[in-house]
């Protein structure tokens, strides 16, 4: 994936000037002393996946937290910095309370981080959390790896207007546990509003690029695609169950469909690390329910998946012959570590079509979780179907394998199209 996020990105990047515009302001606090020092170490490393750092802060072709990955915002390119433990070009020399003051507020010892780093979501988490972050990552191996330099131009390089950013936007939440639910939803609850940061990319932002706080988990275009809405109430219409969500969580797949691009990332950093309890938590949280027993979780309705002469004499249907069906199947049912069943699909069966046609137009990059788990690239069409070629392909793609039975018009394509052009 070619990371392009906006300054909403779902990532913790540990951004700092070479110009000194704020120093640390807190006064400086020892780490503890723990008595299992490797216990200690060993959380901070499960933290860590459960906050996605690498997702940010590794390259493809770089060391461990070495930082590099490039992320393009309406102001500029941002780049991920070195967190390890270097102490030349890492933060190997950051006291504990510089630490937390960067990972939970927003302010390095070189100066305020830009949003882009989740100190927004991060200010929830724990002090005994705080402590094992720190412990894992003073341990880290070094990265010798130089930071590069943002290419963000002016006056959005001068950081004094991140304090403003942060008096108008930054609240500084901490996290409540809701007490007339179980601890199992309320772990959920921490994990998705803190160090799994998933109101970063899936709230709307308002125009000073804060999240609505009004308007939690309900979806937002990030990176030429739509974050969907993950309410309770939305996941619930869209028919998601308690198993699937959780196999999707744990695995990156399900009946529902697969992850991809950003969420991708996400899921191979992040969620796949996590252990089943804290899956079982996360879902939980977003589906607002009890974990229902092993007898009680229903089975996905096998539906007959042989063409209608209906389905045969609509547009799209050549098309989808054409260019779909050599790795989804004829009749949609997928093909293993190639391409995921189309029957019941999130993104088709979702109303809001800006999926649909950003990954029709763009295409998806190949999705590697291991050698037993992954799926081939998906071609883009942008130069090979008109608008409303492509309308008649989502028109199949709705009536063919979902409940939906609307028609997608030319005008809505090419809308969309629009937006993902300027986004």
């Known amino acids: 994936m070619k990371p392009s996020l906006k300054i909403s990105v779902v990532c913790g990047l540990l951004l700092s000037s070479g110009v000194v515009y704020a120093e640390a302001s807190s006064t400086d606090i020892q780490a503890p002393l723990s008595e299992n020092m490797a216990q200690l170490i060993a959380q901070g490393k499960y933290l860590a996946a459960a ?32 967190i390890s433990s270097d102490k030349q070009h890492g933060i190997g020399n950051y006291s504990y309370q510089q630490f937390v003051d960067a990972v939970r507020n927003g302010v390095a010892p070189k100066g305020n981080l830009y949003p882009a780093m989740p100190y927004t979501s991060y200010h929830r988490i724990n002090d005994h959390d705080m402590h094992a972050l720190y412990a894992y990552f003073m341990q880290t191996k070094p990265a010798t790896q130089p930071n590069r330099e943002n290419g963000i131009g002016f006056p959005f390089n001068i950081r004094m207007g991140l304090k403003v950013w942060n008096l108008v936007a930054f609240d500084k939440p901490t996290f409540t546990p809701t007490t007339d639910k179980t601890p199992l939803w309320n772990r959920g609850k921490y994990l998705v509003q803190g160090l799994g940061h998933c109101g970063e990319c899936h709230t709307p932002r308002n125009f000073m690029m804060a999240t609505e706080q009004d308007h939690p988990l309900e979806g937002a275009v990030v990176n030429y695609l739509n974050a969907p809405n993950i309410t309770s109430k939305n996941l619930t219409q869209e028919h998601w169950t308690f198993s699937n969500l959780a196999q999707f969580l744990k695995t990156g797949q399900s009946p529902k469909g697969t992850a991809f691009n950003d969420m991708f990332i996400v899921e191979k950093h992040s969620l796949t690390q996590l252990n089943d309890h804290d899956i079982t938590a996360i879902t939980s949280y977003l ?137």
Request: hydrophobic share 25%.
């Open 51 to 82: 906050g996605d750092c690498s997702g940010c802060h590794t390259i493809e072709s770089g060391q461990a937290y070495g930082g590099g990955r490039a992320f393009d915002t309406p102001f500029g390119t941002l780049y991920s910095t070195n």
């Open 287 to 423: 589906l607002n329910q009890a974990q229902p027993s092993q007898s009680a979780v229903s089975q996905p309705k096998l539906t007959s998946l042989v063409a209608s002469q209906f389905d045969t004499k609509l547009p799209g249907y050549r098309i989808y012959m054409d260019k779909c069906s050599g790795c989804h199947g004829q009749n949609g049912q997928g093909t293993p570590n190639v391409a995921p069943a189309l029957q019941n699909n999130a993104t088709i069966e979702n109303r809001n079509i800006f999926n649909t046609v950003a990954v029709l137009n763009n295409g998806i990059e190949r999705q590697s979780y291991s050698q037993e788990q992954t799926y081939y690239a998906m071609p883009g069409y942008k130069n090979s179907l008109n608008n409303q070629q492509m309308a008649d392909l989502i028109t199949y793609l709705h009536k063919r394998f979902t409940t939906q039975m609307t028609t997608t018009t030319a005008k809505q394509v090419d809308d969309i199209k629009k937006q993902l052009a300027t986004n």
